[in-house]
């Protein structure tokens, strides 16, 4: 991968190897993470498992371009990074820059080193895709890390949308769930796979960013998950129609991991035509009731603050409160003005490397 920016980063860092990631590196790259974590006081670690899933993802489809590690002489990984690019766009091609550094090598030039090394290896990804569809960046944060904040704002990036998780204790009594004259809630039914992904699919097409999943990547990270409980996991149905849904899952790696122990309602939803009937309210219920019966002491999920449906307002109802606020950056490629890159993959900004 001979870019300007790798050689830029290789320049800046002789000391580390610099090379793409490989499926092997998923245990160093996790020790990383392990570490970051116990620096800053964070709780975000992925485990093993889930870092080698990063390798089979559809939008890394070209591991050797959109892949970074770079190795400190005593072999622990310094730092990393991923571009996801999706493959498949509907409304717009869009990039996701994941870049991390070990705590012993913080230094904000490495930092800034990588989220421009992930600015043209997203010109890259984004290239290759067969569609005229504006372009779009993003990256993410948890709000109490100042010092990748400034860099991302620096590079051009500008804050679009901010995302809680929230948690909800166990030990509190849940009440019952109520549903409409006609309604049924059944737990997860694998013949109904296929119809649960299309009913995904429409619940969240008019959230913000929403990209709709493909079905390989449907089976690889919703039911196809190893921490999916289809046992834990409710449908709300009409007749034969998927009204709402709670798709819920339980890391133990991961809490072990982090010390706690928690089910997480991953995808709640409720199509259109059934919305404000308190479908979403008794699939939090039933799934909350199940985690009970399962001894977890949490049920965790996670919200974007602007959700048009109301979401917010609903968990809070039942006893959710933020635990973890994450701040989402986007960089707009084509337009004008800040925030927009020129051909060469080059921030625009006054901040530049």
Do not use: C
């Amino acid at each position: 991968m001979k870019t300007a920016e790798k050689l830029k980063i290789a320049e800046l860092y002789p000391q580390f190897v610099w090379r793409p990631a490989r499926l092997a590196d998923a245990e160093a790259l996790q020790a990383l993470l392990v570490a970051r974590d116990e620096a800053e006081g964070l709780s975000s670690a992925s485990t093993v498992e889930e870092m080698q899933k990063q390798f089979e993802d559809t939008w890394l489809f070209d591991i050797e371009q959109q892949t970074l590690i770079g190795l400190a002489p005593d072999g622990t990984v310094a730092a990393f990074g991923f571009v996801f690019a999706n493959p498949a766009p509907v409304d717009k091609r869009f990039a996701f820059i994941w870049v991390e550094a070990h705590p012993a090598y913080q230094q904000v030039e490495l930092r800034k080193a990588l989220v421009v090394w992930g600015l043209d290896r997203t010109m890259y990804a984004l290239d290759q895709v067969d569609s005229d569809l504006p372009r779009v960046i993003g990256v993410s944060v948890q709000d109490n890390r100042p010092a990748w904040i400034e860099v991302y704002q620096a590079l051009g990036f500008e804050e679009a949308r901010y995302f809680y998780h929230m948690r909800r204790d166990l030990s509190r009594p849940v009440p019952s769930p109520q549903l409409d004259k006609g309604l049924r809630l059944v737990k997860y039914q694998p013949e109904l796979d296929e119809a649960l992904m299309l009913a995904f699919n429409e619940s969240f097409l008019d959230h913000w960013n929403f990209e709709p999943v493909s079905e390989a990547d449907w089976h690889m990270w919703f039911t196809g998950s190893e921490s999916f409980r289809p046992d834990l996991s409710y449908l709300v149905l009409d007749g034969d129609q998927i009204a709402g849904f709670s798709i819920n899952a339980v890391h133990a790696e991961q809490n072990q991991l982090r010390g706690v122990n928690e089910g997480w309602i991953h995808q709640l939803g409720t199509r259109r035509p059934w919305r404000h009937r308190g479908i979403a309210t008794a699939l939090l219920l039933a799934s909350m009731q199940a985690f009970q019966l399962e001894s977890l002491d949490y049920a965790t999920l996670g919200v974007d603050t602007e959700n048009p449906t109301g979401a917010m307002r609903i968990y809070e109802r039942v006893g959710f409160v933020p635990v973890k606020r994450i701040i989402a950056f986007q960089m707009l490629l084509d337009k004008d003005g800040p925030g927009a890159l020129d051909a060469s993959g080059t921030s625009q900004n006054e901040h530049t490397l």
